[in-house]
């Protein structure tokens, strides 16, 4: 066999195995501290380099700091969005109980984030700018995508019947994905008072590598928390799920006799 | 895949053109008022109404800006490098407010022409840059319209 048919075999494997209740339990049982030991370790060094070695901005001067936060949160905001909808069109066609909690727990996490990158960012526009908040494409569209986690969230709760409420929270998270290309894009389609892409810039970042070396830290840092939150949090959904099967009652039986 | 799945991929994926090619349509008949501001060309060229209020752009004009005689109104020009606009406001103007910074003005016009504005912001760009490059590109903003002719971008 070949590498890549070996690489092929193991990752299809993974996913198989994860799409089972039982199977993912294991498995992220072993995950999650690696993701939030990660996240510790790459937003720690994110930090020290952000606050400490990046040089001031010519105009801003220390208040740009924040967006080794502002940045990594807005970019989590869409990436979370994005995951979540691929999970809700996966649970609907092939009916994977797993890819529903994929999309159910992602939720609060993306609206977390959501919230972050409005607070920071309003933060931050009150020194530069000289406003906390104005009605620009960019800051709308932004506002828009929080009421939709917030939809999202409402819509799981809102039924009776945990099949129903999945598929409904499903589709929901399906058709809003048209937000997140307007987002990205809204600085580029319209005037705004937000500013245009610095990172991802045609012609290269705007900004000197030593700027860009804490922001790319606290981005993968932020990944991989979202990583250890959703593992966490689908861990517990998986138990209240499966509370009527063998093995979570096996599991809680052998808590109780251990203690 | 199964029939079932190939029919269920079907409905999703039209439901994602369906609401994709709505949004389009949508934005394209609203397309105007999603822009924050106007630019001083556009003025210009579609003129303005009095009793509106306006969102105007533009790059601080080099050595235009002046202080009347009360102390707290400054008066000023913003130019997309092609036409300048005066404003006048009365108040604090922004830490970033500078020659060659792009500002947003609110305010509504008067009969000279000139903007009566009522609110000042710092435009911030996209460019970060050292501390220690900051006199070198200050220079380069505020002499800005020396190199280019067209409207400039901001």
């Known amino acids: 066999m070949n590498p890549i048919t070996i690489i092929w075999n193991f990752l299809s494997n993974t996913y198989h195995r994860l799409g089972s209740p039982r199977e993912f339990y294991t498995i992220s049982r072993y995950t999650t501290p690696v993701f939030g030991a990660l996240f510790l370790v790459l937003s720690l060094i994110g930090t020290y380099f952000g606050l400490f070695v990046a040089p001031a901005d010519y105009q801003q001067g220390d208040s740009f700091r924040i967006l080794f936060v502002h940045v990594p949160v807005a970019w989590m905001s869409l990436f979370v969005y994005v995951v979540m909808a691929t999970a809700g069109a996966i649970g609907l066609i092939w009916r994977m109980k797993m890819a529903f909690v994929v999309t159910i727990c992602s939720a609060p996490i993306g609206a977390a984030f959501t919230a972050l990158a409005l607070m920071t960012g309003s933060i931050w526009g009150k020194p530069i700018w000289g406003t906390y908040w104005v009605w620009d494409a960019r800051l709308t569209s932004e506002l828009i995508l929080l009421f939709l986690y917030f939809g999202i969230m409402a819509v799981y709760y809102a039924f009776e019947d945990r099949k129903t409420a999945e598929k409904a929270t499903a589709l929901l998270s399906v058709v809003g994905v048209v937000i997140v290309p307007i987002i990205h894009y809204s600085v580029e389609w319209w005037s705004s008072l937000h500013q245009g892409v610095t990172v991802f810039a045609e012609g290269g970042p705007k900004m000197p590598p030593e700027m860009l070396l804490p922001l790319a830290f606290m981005a993968f840092g932020f990944m991989f928390f979202y990583g250890y939150a959703l593992f966490l949090s689908m861990q517990n959904k998986v138990l209240d799920n499966e509370r009527k099967s063998g093995w979570v009652r096996a599991l809680v039986n052998n808590k109780e006799q251990q203690s | ?154």
């Open chain 2, 1 to 154: 895949m199964s029939p079932s799945q190939k029919k269920r991929f079907a409905i999703v994926s039209l439901i994602i053109a369906g609401v994709g090619v709505a949004t389009f349509f949508s934005i394209m008949a609203m397309q105007s008022s999603f822009e924050y501001f106007k630019t001083p060309t556009e003025i210009k060229t579609e003129g303005f109404d009095a009793k509106q209020t306006y969102k105007l752009a533009g790059i601080v004009r080099k050595g235009s800006v002046f202080r009347l005689n009360d102390g707290v109104t400054q008066r000023f020009d913003i130019t997309d490098c092609e036409n300048d606009i005066t404003i006048q406001y009365t108040g604090i103007l922004p830490d970033l407010f500078r020659e060659g910074q792009a500002i947003v003005t609110i305010g509504k016009f008067n009969n000279e022409p000139m903007l009566i504005a009522s609110q000042v912001l710092a435009k911030h760009d996209e460019n970060y840059v050292p501390n220690e490059a900051a006199d070198a590109v200050m220079l380069q903003q505020a002499n800005k319209c020396n190199d280019t002719d067209g409207p400039v971008k901001y």
